[in-house]
């Protein structure tokens, strides 16, 4: 693990990673090294919590509390000693939006994590799925879309279009899409703006 981090978090030079997605179910001693590195570094993690695809609660919802209860306090504790100026830390969570009925009790348990959503676009979630994953201002969540921005060129409402046409009109209609959603739920004070 202390390798994985310094070859992506310290030793690539220009190359290096700003942070990695890195899976928890290996225990602490596969995560501790990494945090060492991103004390070092001020790189950060994104850990595996909560995936978007359609398996994942074969294990992820087993016990109880569930397991992925566990490995998002372990995620919040993990995180606590890096929390930047803004509070938030550099050890984020990967938290998807298919499951949107559980991102408001991982958000709860993780306050202070910025979440990775994936499960945005092509795996069926839209951005009011999303919002629950949000701190107030809009911050603490960065919404992934792959496939739906790859391979839009793929869909029916792009046919006939270069790729690139295809990708970049996908990329408005997601930007359009939260910016509407956004305008809806603004709250009337703004949190500042700030870095991990």
């Not at 899976?23 to 950060?44: F, Q, T």
């Not at 016990?63 to 995620?75: D, I, K, S, T």
């Amino acid at each position: 693990a202390e390798a994985y981090g310094r070859a992506f978090l310290e030793d690539a030079g220009e190359a290096r990673c700003d942070a990695i997605t890195v899976n928890p179910y290996l225990g602490a001693d596969s995560i501790e090294p990494l945090l060492e590195v991103c004390r070092r570094s001020g790189a950060g993690l994104f850990v595996l919590v909560r995936t978007s695809n359609p398996g994942s609660a074969m294990f992820q919802h087993h016990g109880e509390p569930p397991l992925v209860h566990l490995v998002a306090r372990e995620v919040a504790r993990w995180g606590e000693a890096l929390r930047g100026e803004c509070g938030l830390s550099s050890v984020g969570a990967v938290v998807g939006a298919t499951h949107a009925g559980e991102i408001g009790k991982l958000r709860a348990l993780m306050p202070f994590t910025p979440f990775l959503v994936p499960g945005y676009g092509a795996q069926g979630a839209g951005a009011a799925e999303t919002l629950p994953s949000f701190l107030d201002g809009g911050r603490g969540a960065l919404v992934n879309s792959s496939r739906g921005l790859l391979f839009a060129w793929r869909r029916p409402e792009h046919e006939g279009k270069p790729w690139k046409d295809a990708t970049r009109d996908a990329l408005d209609a997601m930007v359009g899409e939260f910016r509407a959603l956004r305008s809806e739920t603004r709250s009337h004070s703004e949190a500042p703006r700030c870095s991990l």
